[in-house]
C-alpha cells in the first residue's frame, strides 16, 4: 500500500499567519495517463472530513481560496494563506492513484 | 442540498454480523460511486471499498474483503456495508462518501464498537 506521511503531525498559529502542511507518498502518485489523484480534507472538531482540494491542486466547492495545493510525484503541499479561527481541526491528504486507497495521518492545526 | 446518512451502528459481539445503511439525498444517487471509509478511535483513516454507480462492480481494501461487502440499492437510494465477523479492531466511525473528484461528500458517520 502507498503510504502518505504528513509533517507535521501538529501545527499551531496566529490569526492571519500562512502555514503549510507536507505530504510525502511512497510512491509517484502520477498514473500512466498523466494524472495525479491526490486530495486534501479538513475535518473540524466533532465534524465529517469535508473536500478542499482535489487533483493536488483544485479547489472544492465553496473553499476559500486562501487554501491552495501544490506539489508533483511524490511530494504535495497544502498551504493556508492567512489562517482564520474558523481553519482549526485535522488535515488529512489522500491518494487515490494506487488501490488500496490511503490516508495520511493527518495534521492537527491549533489557533494560538 | 447533497445529504448522506448513516445509520445502523452500535454495539456488537466480536464474531457477529452487522449491515450499516446510508440513504442519499440532494443529488441522483444512480449516478454515483459510492464509498465507505471508516475512522480509528484514533483517528486513523481508512478506506473500505467503492461501488459502481449501478452495483456492477465493487473495490475493497484487500484486508478487509473476505468479511465486509458493498451493496446498494438505487431505487431506495441506499449504500449498505454488511459487516461479518466483527473484530475489536472493526470498532470505528463508519461513513459513506459520493465518489466526484475524491470523496466529496461524506456522511456524518455512524459509530460501531466491538465489545463483549
Known amino acids: 500500500d502507498v503510504v502518505l506521511t504528513q509533517t507535521p503531525s501538529t501545527l499551531s498559529a496566529t490569526i492571519g499567519q500562512s502555514v503549510s502542511i507536507s505530504c510525502r507518498s511512497s510512491?509517484?502518485?502520477?498514473?500512466?495517463?498523466?494524472?495525479?489523484?491526490l486530495y486534501w480534507y479538513l475535518q473540524r472538531p466533532g465534524q465529517s472530513p469535508q473536500l478542499l482540494i482535489y487533483?493536488?491542486?483544485n479547489l472544492g466547492s465553496g473553499v476559500p481560496n486562501r487554501f491552495s495545493g501544490s506539489g508533483s510525484g511524490t511530494d504535495f503541499t497544502l498551504k493556508i494563506s492567512g489562517v482564520e479561527a474558523e481553519d482549526l481541526g485535522v488535515y488529512y491528504c489522500?491518494?487515490?492513484?494506487?488501490?488500496?486507497?490511503?490516508f495520511g495521518s493527518g495534521t492537527k492545526l491549533e489557533i494560538k | 442540498e447533497v445529504q448522506l446518512v448513516e445509520s445502523g451502528g452500535g454495539l456488537v459481539q466480536p464474531g457477529a454480523s452487522l449491515k450499516l445503511s446510508c440513504v442519499a439525498s440532494?443529488?441522483?444517487?444512480?449516478?454515483?460511486?459510492m464509498s465507505w471509509v471508516r475512522q480509528t478511535p484514533g483517528k486513523t483513516m481508512e478506506w473500505i471499498g467503492d461501488?459502481?454507480?449501478?452495483?456492477?462492480?465493487?473495490n475493497y481494501a484487500p484486508s478487509l474483503k473476505n468479511r465486509f461487502t458493498i451493496s446498494r440499492d438505487n431505487a431506495k437510494s441506499t449504500l449498505y456495508l454488511q459487516m461479518s465477523n466483527v473484530r475489536s479492531e472493526d470498532t470505528a466511525t463508519y461513513y459513506c462518501?459520493?465518489?466526484?473528484?475524491?470523496?466529496?461528500?461524506w456522511g456524518q458517520g455512524v459509530m460501531v464498537t466491538v465489545s463483549s
Open positions: 510512491q509517484s502518485l502520477l498514473d500512466s495517463a498523466g494524472n495525479t489523484y
Open positions: 440532494g443529488f441522483t444517487f444512480s449516478d454515483y460511486w
Open positions: 462518501t459520493r465518489i466526484r473528484r475524491g470523496c466529496d461528500y
Open positions: 487533483l493536488v491542486s
Open positions: 461501488i459502481k454507480y449501478d452495483g456492477s462492480y465493487t
Open positions: 489522500m491518494q487515490a492513484t494506487h488501490a488500496p486507497l490511503t
